[in-house]
């Protein structure tokens, strides 16, 4: 009997809409080859590299760094939880004594419960209150940015974060990753619009996320990275296409470290991402239409998945066979 069998299957009906085909085409594409590709926007790029926390690290304490030296303001929109990032960041920081004042922190999402209403961030499960202990939190008293310069999510802002942000004069960078149903919680199905115009427009809002991505959430650090998929909060906040679109730039890191799992989780999301058609559809392909990096480690980038089965392991059986036939 062949191990190998040519029996197919279609993705299950509640997936994303591509065939077989597609999904075969560029979940056989190698990220390397990512690097050496032109995107639609040319000022996007990618970069495998040995681990993607680093850049991040040392992108966020550059840029804080040159806004103090500049007396420059600093919009950032942060993702959370990333806690080696933040507290890396903010130990260099305070080596350094670099002032934070020109900085103004927005989130990229946060968690809400099925009243609509927003974790605040004393909230076990917050993810500013991540950032607001493993990076605030940490710096010197005398080197923070003011408070009022955290723009906290809440009940009764969600709605108008875009406007927020927009007010503030956009975002400078956005720090983000992507998730098994996207780029993080802009997803098709909270984000749903007809066309890629339509698509853009689209603003902050609460959102339900898909089944996979609070299975994705549960393997995370807040929850005892055990797939405790039943304390992983109903809905969730976030920013939309708009700000994406709007910020001077976007950067990516693909790592996974706040889960401690295995990196490879993120790599078929990635791949539609980076590979996949453009559209409202496949969310995390927005980013090649903008300025922005995406930064990939080494773990995540290295293929680790056998497609099509294992060719090689009929071979080695069947050579098991023969030497054991001749030694008959």
């Not at 990618?46 to 007396?71: G, P, Q, T």
């Not at 605030?136 to 927020?164: H, V």
Request: proline letters at 7%.
């Amino acid at each position: 009997m062949p191990l190998l069998s040519a029996w197919k299957f279609a993705p299950a009906p509640w997936l994303t809409g591509f065939d077989r085909s597609t999904l075969d085409t560029v979940l056989e594409t190698d990220l390397h080859e990512a690097e050496k590709k032109t995107f639609e926007n040319p000022a996007f790029s990618v970069k495998c590299v040995w681990d993607a926390r680093n850049y991040f690290a040392a992108d966020l304490f550059a840029r804080i760094s040159l806004s103090d030296r500049e007396d420059q303001k600093l919009n950032l929109v942060l993702p959370s939880p990333h806690d080696a990032v933040y507290v890396s960041a903010a130990e260099n920081l305070n080596k350094f004594k670099v002032n934070l004042r020109n900085v103004n922190i927005f989130f990229f999402d946060e968690y809400a419960n099925e009243n609509n209403e927003v974790a605040p961030p004393d909230s076990p499960v917050s993810r500013s209150g991540r950032f607001m202990k493993n990076f605030y939190g940490r710096l010197a008293p005398e080197l923070r940015m003011k408070e009022e310069q955290i723009c906290f999510w809440t009940t009764e802002n969600a709605a108008d974060y875009s406007k927020l942000l927009e007010d503030a004069g956009g975002a400078d960078v956005i720090y983000a990753d992507t998730t098994w149903t996207g780029l993080r919680y802009i997803d098709p199905d909270g984000f749903a619009a007809d066309t890629m115009d339509g698509y853009l427009a689209l603003g902050s809002r609460i959102v339900t996320p898909a089944e996979e991505q609070m299975a994705f959430d549960s393997l995370r650090g807040m929850f005892g990275n055990s797939g405790d998929i039943a304390n992983v909060p109903p809905r969730t906040a976030t920013i939309g296409p708009k700000d994406i679109a709007a910020a001077k730039l976007t950067l990516t890191y693909e790592y996974m470290s706040a889960a401690h799992g295995m990196n490879v989780l993120q790599q078929p999301a990635l791949k539609l991402a980076l590979f996949g058609p453009v559209g409202p559809q496949n969310p995390g392909s927005l980013l090649r239409l903008f300025p922005g990096t995406v930064y990939i480690s080494d773990t995540v980038a290295s293929n680790t998945v056998f497609r099509p089965d294992v060719p090689w392991l009929e071979e080695t059986i069947n050579e098991i066979r023969k030497q054991e036939a001749e030694r008959r």
